[in-house]
């Protein structure tokens, strides 16, 4: 290389180095190493599914570092339609503990078309952007970095690689999409706890675009009063770098939820939307295995206190029941199962259209924030 043709990269680090970190939203984190694989993974295949020619399939070498957490494939898809409107989707399927483990391990190719993921859906707010759509096989939210041997036989077993999967998601939407308008990172269930993370990756790669979140049924409780709860769980994802070291106090509670306000007053461009039942089955009962009723004054005060601080850019929508998320309708299409099983998930299941709060349903009050209306406000049965 000459010494002409490497100037323009000595530009761009000569750049970077004298860039303020002040300025940038999140670099308590990003200084804690949580960008680290931001940049360096890309699909190793990428064809068209077989069933929908609008979507291309993106499969991760598993040797590159992304994997399913039993060592399966990773893989994210993407559809353009050519609109300057990015949707970012994290898939959600549960959680591995050691004490817990009930998750999906399996990305399985293709977008399932489903509510907010249908371009076909009229009542759908995101029927003609473009699509980035993560499954989700790691168990850890999208946020470990470890590999385990649970079977105590010498060799790892348990690879909950989420935040390598996060980054290749991240890189393959940067090169696919570099420069779009708006980003909408959504995700439900273990992906709405992904969000807690990814908003800060995602906003590192889209530096330029208006960011917004949809939580969908992961908004961050954890037990009151009991913070080690969580604490233990940031431990054994080895995921506890990516909370601010200068805020580790908003744990101290017992719900990761205050990030959320952290994460508002970082970045003055972001707008989150969450939305929750007051006795969520699958998180209170499942998860948490606390009463119905302490997880419903918890989210309602966690949520108030949010709202509270960034009452323009953080508007929650809380319904009563047992429902867990409201994005996607029904689980067919991500969730193998028996029809038993499917049934009594779908019964758990809100959409944008049934799911509603005095005569708003989740379609137009999404629609409502899309478009910066004064409609966009909190919403609770």
């Known amino acids: ?153 010498g060799e790892a077993d348990r690879f909950q690689y989420g935040l390598k999967n996060l980054s290749a998601t991240l890189d393959l939407a940067s090169a696919t999409f570099p420069e779009p308008r708006r980003v909408m990172l959504a995700g439900s269930s273990g992906g709405g706890y992904g969000t807690l993370i990814a908003v800060m990756l995602t906003r590192w790669t889209y530096p330029d675009a208006e960011l917004l979140v949809f939580n969908d049924a992961g908004v961050g409780l954890g037990i009151e009063g009991e913070p080690d709860f969580l604490r233990d769980i940031l431990d054994e994802f080895q995921a506890r770098d990516l909370i601010p070291a200068s805020q580790e106090s908003i744990i101290d509670g017992g719900h990761l939820t205050p990030l959320l306000s952290w994460q508002l007053d970082e970045d003055p461009d972001l707008r989150i939307a969450a939305f929750s039942a007051y006795e969520d089955y699958v998180i209170s009962q499942m998860y948490l295995e606390v009463d119905g009723d302490d997880f419903s004054g918890w989210l309602e005060d966690e949520l108030e206190a949010v709202h509270d601080q960034h009452p323009d850019r953080f508007q929650s929508f809380l319904v009563d029941g047992f429902i867990h998320t409201t994005l996607l309708g029904t689980p067919e299409g991500f969730i193998e199962g028996s029809s038993e099983e499917l049934d009594a998930l779908n019964e758990l299941l809100g959409d944008i259209d049934s799911t509603e709060v005095d005569g708003v349903n989740i379609a137009a009050w999404t629609e409502a924030m899309l478009s910066g209306s004064q409609d966009w406000v909190s919403l609770s049965d």
């Not at 490497?6 to 949580?34: H, I, N, T, W």
């Not at 040797?63 to 993407?78: E, I, K, S």
């Open 1 to 153: 290389m000459t010494a002409l043709s490497a100037l323009p990269a000595l530009l761009v680090l000569l750049s970077a180095c004298g860039k303020d970190d002040a300025a940038v939203p999140f670099a308590e984190v990003r200084d804690q190493g949580a960008d680290r694989y931001l940049g360096s993974f890309e699909p190793a295949t990428s064809e068209p599914d077989p069933d929908d020619a609008s979507v291309i399939n993106h499969a991760f070498d598993p040797l590159a570092g992304p994997m399913c957490m039993l060592g399966g494939t990773y893989r994210t898809m993407t559809r353009d339609q050519g609109s300057d409107d990015l949707l970012i989707f994290l898939q959600g399927g549960g959680m591995c503990t050691s004490d817990l483990c009930l998750a999906v391990t399996t990305a399985p190719a293709g977008i399932p078309p489903l509510d907010v993921l249908d371009p076909a859906k009229s009542t759908n707010p995101f029927r003609d952007w473009s699509t980035v759509y993560a499954p989700y096989c790691d168990g850890s939210l999208f946020a470990g970095d470890v590999e385990l041997d649970t079977d105590g036989d």
